[in-house]
């Protein structure tokens, strides 16, 4: 049931104290991707959320780069397609691109410009949300194609640091709280 799959998640979530950098509590999911019944267990919390919360769905957007590892698998399940949002610079052909701050650092959000067509509905999903800047940079991506931004979706929320409130507009879902 779904207690035993949050159960088995929460046992394959590591903790490294002062990484990549000094006060910063690193959460690694490295375990997850190692235990296929774990893997399994994650991608089915994520496809029950959405069959219950989101009848109509279009496309998953991942991002980069844990984003990658689990919005394939749940588009896969939905029958879907996956898109990606990558840090500048990796994605070739015309791209629209949003910066933002890190928890400990500055990036760039891209994507290629055909990816979303205007109005179709999207669900965003990244292994953990943080300040929230991540997610908040690919939905600006999102309204500036025009898409339908149903929700966003993670692994993992650092509560102390207030992503969803960054997020405000959008539901955001997680497994797992700290
Ligand atoms: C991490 C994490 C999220 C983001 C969350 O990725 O995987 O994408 O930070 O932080 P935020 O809510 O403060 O934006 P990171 O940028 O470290 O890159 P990586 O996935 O390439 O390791
Ligand atoms: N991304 C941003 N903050 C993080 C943290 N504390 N652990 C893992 N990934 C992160």
Do not use: W
């Not at 052909?93 to 999207?122: F, H, N, R």
């Amino acid at each position: 049931d779904s207690l035993s799959k949050l159960q088995l998640l929460q046992r394959h979530i590591r903790t490294f104290p002062d990484f990549p950098k000094k006060g910063i509590l690193f959460r690694d999911i490295c375990p997850i991707l190692k235990d296929p019944a774990t893997l399994t267990a994650v991608t089915d919390l994520f496809e029950e959320h959405v069959r219950k919360n989101y009848k109509e769905v279009d496309l998953i957007i991942g991002l980069d780069a844990r984003g990658f590892l689990f919005g394939p698998l749940l588009a896969q399940r939905l029958g879907i397609g996956f898109v990606l949002v990558r840090k500048k610079g990796k994605l070739p052909g015309p791209t629209l691109s949003v910066a933002y701050d890190l928890e400990y650092g500055k990036a760039e959000a891209e994507i290629q410009e055909d990816a979303v067509a205007p109005g179709q509905k999207v669900l965003l999903i990244d292994d953990l949300l943080a300040t929230g800047g991540t997610l908040y940079a690919a939905c600006e991506l999102m309204r500036k194609q025009q898409a339908e931004v149903l929700g966003c979706m993670v692994i993992i929320e650092l509560k102390e640091l207030n992503g969803i409130d960054r997020l405000k507009q959008h539901s955001v879902f997680s497994l797992v709280q700290y």
